[in-house]
């Protein structure tokens, strides 16, 4: 039976580019392949087909010779049998090698063939910093030192000696990997002389041997705005770990932690503060002093009767909100405090006052009537 052309076999042009055949072979591969087919019992035949007019046609020589000369270029001995190679002599393992990259190279780690470039960025790093609540309430300018990799200035970079560029290296002629046959499969390696980066460097720089960065301290002024929280994160653009030979430098993440306050509790952008009275104020009503966030006093008036528990608000008086918005409130909370450690005569007014009270306490009372309530519907 008589070869098809290899151009009709993949359905493109005489005249196509090496990225147009690429794309049909890619395409026919896709429709081919045998797992894809089960139903069609002429799919293998198809796609070795396909493999064999891609290898000789990506090939500029062995295409130049088809162009020429067609099929007769590859007879009379030019072609070889076995070792993974197809009618014609062509390596279709090798040529489904390009295209099983190109189609799965997203799920297999995302690498480029043609190596990974000389340079690479950088890492990013985290930094935690602590504050206190009033610096959250302020805002300040805080200087940190970071340990982390700077650019060599020895090399400006490059990692080799005198700022000289990277050579191609030899092994994998910078491709970073090489290729090894195995039966019918072609097995690609990590490239074991320039580990992959598709260059190597005869003369390391002697200050950082040939990373082109070095470890180092870096002190540097942070911004935080006011309102910033626990779990805020500011980032510093290309402040983080110097590129590997030049690369571009990662970014800095600082983590804001907000320390307790021995005073205020936060909510938000509100406060909350809980504020002890004496038994007296709470009964009779009068002004007590409460602390504010920026270091201020501000005076509240307790009414008469309050209760533990109850809630005062200081509009305005909270932290200001981070991307504008105003200002959280305060809250007050009073705790009615019981005198300790009483004297003689100070028992014997409260047991005189408590007499002369009765009538003034009226949750007391009313818990009084359910109690004796409840005791006279069980006895009955």
Known sequence: MAKRDYYEVLGASKGASADELKKAYRQKAKELHPDRNSDNPNAEEQFKEANEAYEVLKDADKKAAYDRYGHAAFEGGMGGGGGGRGPGGADFSSAFSDVFEDLF????GGQQRGGRGRASRGSDLRYNLQITLEDAFNGLQKSITVPTSVSCGSCEGSGAEGGAEPQTCPTCSGMGKVRAQQGFFTVERTCPTCSGVGQII?????????????????????????????????????????????????????????????????????????????????AIGGD??????????????????????????????????????????????LAVETPVNLTGKQKELLREFEEMSKENNPELSGFFKKMKSFWDSGAE
């Open 105 to 108: 190279g997203d799920f297999m």
């Open 202 to 282: 005869k003369n390391p720089c002697k200050t950082c041997g040939g990373a082109g960065r070095q470890q180092k301290e870096r002190s540097l002024s942070v911004n935080i705005p006011a309102g910033v929280e626990t779990g805020t994160r500011i980032r510093l653009a290309g402040e983080g770990e110097a590129g590997l030979r030049g690369g571009p430098s990662g970014d800095l993440y600082i983590f804001i932690e907000v320390k307790k306050h021995q005073l205020f509790e936060r909510d938000g952008s509100d406060l909350y503060c809980r504020v002890p009275v004496s038994m007296t104020t709470a």
């Open 288 to 333: 007590i002093e409460v602390p504010t966030i920026d270091g201020g006093k501000s005076r509240v008036k307790v009414p008469a009767g309050s209760q533990s528990g109850r809630q005062m608000r200081l509009r305005a008086k909270g932290i200001p909100a981070l991307r504008g918005g105003g200002q959280g409130d305060m809250f007050i909370e």
